[in-house]
């Protein structure tokens, strides 16, 4: 007979939930150790941001061709449901060194805590953290010597993918509103963003015990938020045929009615499906998408 503890009290696409707390994720999280890339002469290593919560960062610093010459930075929040993935997965591994590479700028992948063991707004708050340790750099004489002695801080963009790119508005929002001392964010990228107006909402609520419903501003952004946007330029991606395109557009015609007095550009991959540049990083509206990323990091 089954026990009571073995009860699943909440199942959904993304994990189970048993009555004793037990969480089983419904795909594994694979994680790989940072490697520096022989052929481009990318260098790679783990930091860990705040030892109270464990939250760390994966540092990408492409191949040093002027030691004196400060490089753009990219903050990026890997996608995953707020529940799975990792910024040192193979997948997000592999995705950022190509960036970085092609883009020459340093790149600080976020490993935040994962819903939901870590309810909502961990994600959040872990990414702030992490945004906030990367300022304090600005002076050349934070924690990080490769941030103190390559980073450009006024030069910082703040990029992720599906709900990585919602937590990206959000910290976005904070910027705008609260300020990053030592830090200059001039723009964000945004990959397929999940926003709410999706099947996916209760779940999301699920992993947020403490939420203001349907209308939380983190879910659907309001318009007083978004003509906060601490950046002046922003480029969304859609795809076709991801479940997530009509909240996408949504977002971007918000946007540019909500005041803010940024630029926004907004690009879809016809006939792609949800995050397609991770599943298929080879074919060309991959390469397409990679390249247009690079391109806005490097445009003045």
């Not at 999280?29 to 960062?57: F, M, N, Y």
């Not at 883009?103 to 600080?108: E, K, P, Q, R, Y």
């Not at 006939?271 to 990679?290: D, I, K």
Request: aromatic share 10%; glycine share 8%; with cysteine.
């Amino acid at each position: 007979m089954e026990s009571d503890d073995a009860k699943v009290v909440f199942d959904c696409r993304f994990f189970r939930v048993y009555k004793d707390g037990h969480v089983q994720r419904h795909r594994p999280i694979e994680k790989i150790p940072p490697a520096d890339d022989l052929h481009s002469g990318l260098r790679a290593k783990d930091v860990v941001v705040s030892p109270e919560t464990g939250v760390s960062v994966r540092l990408l610093l492409p191949k040093i061709k002027d030691p004196d010459q400060k490089l753009p930075l990219l903050f990026y929040i890997h996608g995953g449901g707020f529940s799975f993935e990792s910024a040192f997965s193979p997948r997000f591994d592999a995705y950022l060194k190509s960036l970085v590479s092609q883009a020459n700028v340093i790149g600080v992948s976020v490993e935040y805590r994962l819903a939901p063991e870590h309810p909502i707004p961990a994600c959040y708050d872990d990414s702030w953290a992490a945004l906030q340790w990367v300022a304090s750099h600005a002076n050349g004489n934070g924690p990080e010597p490769w941030l103190n002695s390559y980073a450009n801080l006024s030069r910082v963009f703040i990029a992720g993918d599906s709900a990585g790119a919602n937590i990206s508005h959000t910290l976005m929002v904070r910027v705008g509103s609260l300020g990053l001392a030592g830090a200059n964010v001039v723009g964000m990228v945004l990959v397929h963003p999940y926003f709410g107006g999706t099947t996916d909402d209760g779940v999301w609520l699920y992993m947020c015990p403490n939420n203001g419903g349907l209308e939380d501003p983190r879910l659907r952004p309001t318009a007083e938020d978004m003509a906060m946007l601490g950046c002046g330029r922003v480029l969304v991606f859609l795809a076709e045929n991801d479940h997530l395109r009509d909240v996408g557009w949504n977002y971007c015609e918000e946007l540019k009615k909500s005041g803010w007095e940024g630029m926004v550009e907004t690009v879809e991959n016809h006939g792609e499906r949800h995050v397609f540049h991770l599943m298929n990083p080879r074919c060309e509206n991959a390469a397409t998408l990679m390249g247009k990323i690079v391109s806005f990091l490097n445009q003045e």
